[in-house]
Structure formats: C-alpha cells, structure tokens
C-alpha cells in the first residue's frame, strides 16, 4: 500500500450536513448471511470500506455471485447454508479482525479446507479468543502462535456448546453463533457486558430462530436462512469523529443524517453528554430493524469526567475521538477497563498517548486506560501507525491546535471511511495529504 500522510489545520466555524458512510459491523454480517441464505438478497447502504469488501471477495472466492449495481449496493445471490466451494487460495482478510474471526466461525462448519490471511496489523491481532471456543465446538483451527494465518480444517462435525466469554466481544459471540448454524444442538453464549446484537438481529430478519437478550444469545442448528432485503444505517463509529469536532470548534453546528443508534454503540453519546456535550437527536425512527436518527452537534465547552467503566464495551471504537476530546476539555478525564484497546488494529492507549505527548496533550498511559489532563494542544507530527481511527481523530484534534497536525500513515482510513477528507473538508476541515 502506498503510504499517505495528511496535514491538519485549524478550520473556520464547522457546518453542515454530514452524510456518513454505511456500518461496518452491519456491512460484514449482512454479506456473510446473504452469502448463506437462500435466495437473491439486496444490500443497500452497504459500507464501499477496504473492509467489508474484503469480506465481499472472500465470499465470492468460496462461489457467491455478487452484483454491484451502484455505489454502496450489492445482491447476493446466496448459495444456501451449505453451498460454498472450497479453495486452494488463501482467503484475504486485509486489516479486518471482524472479517476474519467471523468468516472463522462460518467456515469451521464447512466440509472444506481454508486459510484466513490478513494485513501486517490484523496479522498481530490475537485470534485464540474464537479458534478456542470454537475448538470446543469441534473445529479445527491451525494458528501461529495464536496469531493469522488462520488454517480452518473443513469436515469436522461441530456440537453445540454454553459459552461464558471472558472479555466482552461482539466478535467472539458472532463467531461462535455462526458456528453454531452448522452445530448438532444449541448454541449458546453468554456475556460479561452486553455486545452489539447486530448478528443477533440479522439472524432474526433471515429466518433462522434464535434467542437473544442483552448479554445472552441462544440458537441450534439445523435451519435454514431465506435472503431477505437489508438497509444498512450509517454508522455511529464514523459519526463519532464529527460529533467530537463539532463539540470542540467554536461556533459549529453539524447535522449527521439516518445515523444507526443501537444502544450497545452510542456509548460516545452518552460519554460526551456527560462532558457537556450538546448533542440532540432528532427524527428517530426505525430502518431495517435498527434504531437511526439525526444527529444534530453544536459547540459547547466540555470538561473531564471520570468516564463510567459499564460504557467502555458500548463505545470500544470511539476511544481515539474521547480521547481528542479530553485533551482540549478542562479538566481530568479518567478512563479505565478499557484493556482491550491494547490489540485493536493498533495498540489503541499507547498509540494516542504517543501521538497526543507529540502535539503537547498531557496524558498518561494506564494499563486499561489513560489519564487526561485538559488543555490547549500545540500541533507537530504523530504516527497512526496505520489505525485508521487514530488518523481520523488526529484529524479532528488538528481543527484546534495552534500549529497543524500532520498524521503519519493515513491510508488505511479507506478501511472503514472511504472519502472522510472530502466529507470533511466540504464541513470546514482544512485537511490535506502532506
Ligand atoms: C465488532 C466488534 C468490536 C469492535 C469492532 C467491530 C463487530 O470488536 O471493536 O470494530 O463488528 O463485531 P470486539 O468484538 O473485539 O470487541
């Protein structure tokens, strides 16, 4: 990949729509399951992110036929439960740990042989949390020292089994529910806080009887998915970066149309109102079984907060922009419980607290979190290290800084936001590749 750097500047006043691109987690899961159902599905919102189309060709690879008839639309021409082909290519996950440990536990029930290889970050991503349970499911999974490549050993025969997971993961719950579609007998698995259900709610939507509550998911095997049509919201990850430039610019006010409002994701809402953020929602209503609504940011002075630990699994994606937003609030921001940042697509707390000493931010490093000291940011250079999140919020921290930010390493950001320059320069952003 061609590396690309990006200069951030201080903005004049933010304003405008913001439209958003379509959810990741819900752009993965609604290829795996029309890939599997039977039936002609169409996908519409779907995220166009280095990502999920990863996802995409990986399916077709294994003998999905998938059409794009415009820009963020697909139909899956699905091949039933057990109509994929096996292949002797290795199936190319690029930086996506959701592809990989999903298509994990889809492809531990198939009669065939596969390989799952990633990207040098998703490479260093641990991959013992789903090849574990789902050994004890039956499956056979081969990893290097628990890392990718992910040898998946098709024909085993895979039993249901009650599983407590030891760290909150949407990821591990979804592996192992996709497992448990090829399973003799139930599926079940439990959770220390509850995830996103968005697996969960698809499953539903495609047919296939399942069981779930906050913190407990239950299916057996044995049934069959129908296509159906799927609408994918905005999402709420990609809205974040805007909701924290425009709490942090004076005299701001964007709007975030149709953005996905699944309460096991907008932890960051209720973290920045608790800042004294001033964000209203309007418009909510419901879009293909998910809550949206509008976004509508403006200005406000923020302070530190000792950030409530039950909100860190609904906000693990936003914690590179809370971060940004604490540096310039007044005040301490405390936060803690969030060791899992530590093998995101980068070491999340020692990257940002790199980057944020870089430009004169005053933060210290925890093990599972970091303390925040508030206060004017200076600019210079900082390394994303290839986390496409960690760029964008170094972006946003460049709107306020006295000299420019320039972000190391931003190419990835196509990962999940493909086209946040233009978007956000068209709100006010003075952002460019440097
Ligand atoms: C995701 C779950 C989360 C999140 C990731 C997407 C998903 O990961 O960080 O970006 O789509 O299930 P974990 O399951 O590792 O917490």
């Not at 002797?88 to 799952?116: E, K, P, V």
């Not at 003799?184 to 698995?189: D, L, Y």
Request: charged fraction near 20%; glycine fraction near 12%.
């Amino acid at each position: 990949m061609t590396r690309l750097d990006w200069l951030s500047q201080p903005a004049r006043a933010l304003h405008g729509n913001v439209r958003v691109p379509g959810d990741k987690s819900v752009s993965h899961r609604s290829m795996m399951l029309s890939a599997l159902a039977e039936g002609r599905s169409h996908i519409r919102g779907f995220l166009e992110g280095e990502d999920t189309r990863a996802t995409a060709a990986v399916l077709q690879k294994l003998g999905v036929r998938i059409e794009t008839p415009s820009e963020g639309e697909r139909i899956v021409d699905g091949v039933g439960l057990h109509g994929l082909r096996g292949t002797a290519q290795a199936l190319d996950c690029g930086n996506a740990g959701t592809g990989m440990r999903l298509l994990a536990g889809l492809l531990a029930g198939q009669a065939f042989d596969s390989t799952l290889v990633g990207d040098e970050s998703l490479s260093k991503r641990p991959m013992r949390r789903v090849t574990e349970p789902l050994a004890a499911m039956g499956a056979r999974i081969d990893t290097q020292d628990g890392l990718p490549p992910l040898r998946v050993h098709g024909g085993q025969p895979l039993k249901g089994i009650r599983y407590t997971l030891p760290v909150a993961s949407a990821q591990v719950k979804s592996a192992l529910l996709l497992a448990g579609l090829y399973a003799q007998g139930e599926t079940e698995v439990i959770e220390p806080h509850p995830t996103r259900d968005y697996t969960e709610r698809m499953l539903a939507a495609f047919g296939w009887p399942i069981e779930f509550e906050p913190g407990r998911a239950r299916l057996s095997g044995g049934h069959r998915l129908r296509a159906t049509d799927v609408e994918v919201p905005a999402d709420f990850s990609s809205a974040a970066f805007f909701l924290v430039a425009g709490s942090i610019v004076p005299g701001a006010e964007l709007r975030l149309p149709a953005v996905g409002l699944n309460p096991r994701r907008t932890g960051l809402l209720q973290a920045l109102r608790l800042m004294g953020a001033d964000i209203a929602v309007e418009n909510q209503r419901e879009s293909g079984g998910e809550p949206v609504g509008d976004l509508i940011v403006r200005h406000a002075p923020l302070h530190g907060v000792e950030l409530p630990e039950a909100l860190v699994p609904d906000m693990i994606d936003e914690f590179p922009a809370l971060f940004i937003a604490a540096a310039v609030a007044q005040g301490r921001t405390v936060v803690r419980g969030a060791a899992e940042l530590r093998v995101k697509e980068s070491d999340r707390i020692a990257t940002m607290a790199a980057g944020m000493k870089a430009i004169g931010a005053r933060i210290e490093e925890t093990p599972d979190g970091a303390i925040i000291e508030g206060g004017a940011l200076r600019g210079g250079e900082v390394d994303s290290h290839g986390d496409h999140r960690i760029a964008m919020s170094f972006a946003v921290a460049g709107l306020v800084a006295q000299e420019p930010i320039r972000i190391a390493d931003c190419a990835n950001v196509a990962t999940s936001f493909p086209g946040f320059m233009e978007l956000a320069n068209g709100c006010g952003f003075d952002l460019h590749a440097a």
